[in-house]
């Protein structure tokens, strides 16, 4: 007997492009007693699907229990935020601009004392002292317009008291 259309349909299987009808006619081809040696091999795979009873039945509480899981109400946390947890990310922003500024003027400084000294109180500072500083030649700035004002009101033009 000539099994051509049953490897056919086997081949089709495999590839899966059969039709339900063409798989129809697989399980009842197999469920014979009179299958070819060749074709016996298959045999088990489409006893299998025949004898196993479909489970695709859902039970009568399946509705139930589902609706039971969505139901459930969650539980919600409440978190009250401060007002210092609102602002702490503003806070760490302030702390890393102040963070740059710092280091930016810091480099600044480093870069003006490698320089030479230009300015009429950086050269005062630098012939009192080794080494240029911000704080000296400020206050040393300071100190000669404190100087000079106090002797404009030490030598009085003319006495007061005669």
Known sequence: MDYKYITQL??????????????????????????????????????????????????????????SLINEPAPVKVRIITLQQKLKP?????????????????????????????TPSMQLNSATHKGNSVALSDSAVIDTMHHSSIEAVETPAEPILK
Not at 27 to 44: C, G, R
Not at 95 to 113: D, H, K, R
């Open 90 to 118: 503003l806070f760490k922003a302030a702390a890393v601009v102040a963070i740059m500024l710092t280091l930016g003027n810091a480099a600044q400084v480093s870069m003006n004392s490698d320089s030479e000294a230009t």
């Open 10 to 67: 086997l081949e089709r299987y495999w590839n899966c492009t059969t039709s339900l009808e063409e798989e129809q006619i697989l399980k009842a081809f197999f469920s014979q007693d009179d299958i070819p040696v060749e074709l016996l091999k298959y045999k088990p795979l489409f006893d299998y699907q025949t004898a196993e009873p479909r489970q695709d039945v859902l039970s009568n509480d399946f509705d139930e229990r589902i609706l």
